[in-house]
């Protein structure tokens, strides 16, 4: 009975978080589109330049407290406050050092307008802090609907203003405000649905207890952040905002799909897996079924994506934005990959192993970073394919690990993952092949764009049909009893 209820529990999370995340995402991308169309690639790698730095603001902001109070099994109101007033003074003085940062930022890059710009997106640390414990209380219980709710506000809210500030030419500004009201309005969402107030209780003991489980997580998402954005910070510093403002771009439209498949499950399954922590056969499961099901929707869209990305890029961007084409093209491997790896952190923190899972990315991070420093020579088709064949090396072994915490061998793994590999390779090589016959009959950017994409779609259903994979049949059976 009680396995049944966590079932039907997960289940909502999911749906609930998939209309949230599609949502959010859909948004995200069709904001990015007008706003790329009002704005230039230089005023998109400015902010670009600024929220390197404050990006890992955010890290130390979060520190793994929020990851902490979902991962503990019986949680009290004294844990609660105690948090949210240690994660307070967190917050406040995160604010305060991106401040101090404002004026070496600017000199660093050599860019004067970086200062004001950086004293603005320090209010985000404060905003985001005042609501951590109140949004992991509703992770905890897989309330996505009443998430949903609030980033549905905070986002039409945020886009909407940033969109006008952009038209009424505002410029780099509009993405500045857009931040900072976004983050605001989540806030003040999560206090008025959330309902919960803290009390003036501060334990040690329980601050003891949460440092031990957030520390090393901390340190795991400080090495993850840093892998991450290195390649903006250096692009920035050695190549210029225009490049950083193509390679922002690219890295956006690659991580679209991931956030929006991998991500939406990702929210869902650490607390789900949080609540049968010692079941390692029923989590073994269920990793397995969610694995392949994400990669029979990731990898054809990262793989067309790289086969489409010409048409992609011109006809929703514009041709001041063709820099974007090529580095889309090799960023979509790691999107390919990191669809079905961002799954792991989810059992290595519901199996409370957070410090095997910092003592991996010391290592593993390590590598992507020099992988990326020595493609920097080579502009940022360079850093992309340095980054690229850093992220699919690593990916075995890092499944190995993985899959010790859960009994699960590499080879099981690659078993369960390959007929969606290949059925997305032979899709994405025959509508590459296609491209110059199309390119040459279709009027415009736009039509190339959509039946390539048409026949993307059935050349990888038919391949799915006829070999009846695992996932598919899966996803048609919960269709059809829906």
Known sequence: ??????????????????????????????????????????????????????????????????????????????????????NLILSTSVALLVCAAAVPISRFYGIPLLENITYAL????????????????????????????????ATLLSSFI?????????????????????????????????????????????????????LPLFGTN????????????????????????????????????????????????????????????SIKNIYLKVSRNIALLTFPLMFGLSAVAEPFVLSLLGNKWQGVIPVLQILAVVGATQSITSLNGNIFMARGQTKLLFKIGLIFKSIVILSIVIGLQYGIIGVAIGYSLASVVLMFPLFIIMGKLIDLRLSQILFNLSPYFIAAF??????????????????????????????????????????????????KDLILRR
Request: hydrophobic share 50%.
């Open 426 to 475: 032979v899709m994405a090589g025959s509508i590459y092949s296609l491209d110059f016959y199309i390119k040459s009959a279709v009027p415009g950017n736009l039509f190339r764009l959509i039946i390539e994409g048409i026949l993307g779609i059935i050349l990888y259903s038919f391949i799915n049909v006829i070999f009846k994979t695992k996932a598919w049949l899966e996803a």
């Open 122 to 153: 320090s209010l985000p640390f404060l905003f985001t802090g005042l609501g951590l414990v109140q949004k992991s209380q509703l992770v905890k219980r897989l309330d996505f609907k009443r998430q949903f709710r609030i980033n549905l506000t």
């Open 162 to 214: 940033a969109i006008y500030l952009a038209y009424t030419d505002w410029g780099v500004w509009s993405l500045v405000w857009k931040q900072v009201i976004n983050s605001f309005v989540l806030m003040l969402m999560y206090w008025l649905i959330g309902k919960w107030k803290p009390n003036t209780v501060f334990h040690k003991e329980t601050i003891r207890e949460i440092m031990n489980f957030s």
């Open 1 to 86: 009975m009680q396995r049944n209820a966590h079932r039907d529990l997960t289940k909502k999370g999911l749906k609930w978080s998939l209309l949230s995340q599609v949502f959010t995402q859909i948004t995200t991308l069709v904001v990015g589109i007008i706003l790329a169309r009002l704005l230039s690639p230089e005023e998109f790698g400015l902010i670009g330049m600024v929220t390197v730095i404050t990006g890992f603001a955010t890290v130390i902001n979060d520190f793994g407290f929020g990851s902490a109070l979902i991962q503990k099994k019986d949680i009290t109101e004294n844990d609660l406050s105690s948090v949210f007033w240690l």
């Open 222 to 281: 400080a090495l993850n952040y840093w892998t991450r954005n290195l390649d903006n910070l250096l692009i920035g510093k050695f190549i210029g905002s225009e490049a950083l403002g193509y390679y922002g771009r690219a890295y956006t439209f690659m991580l679209l799909p991931v956030r929006q498949v991998s991500g939406i499950i990702s929210k869902v399954l650490f607390p789900s897996f949080s609540m049968i922590q010692d079941d390692v056969q």
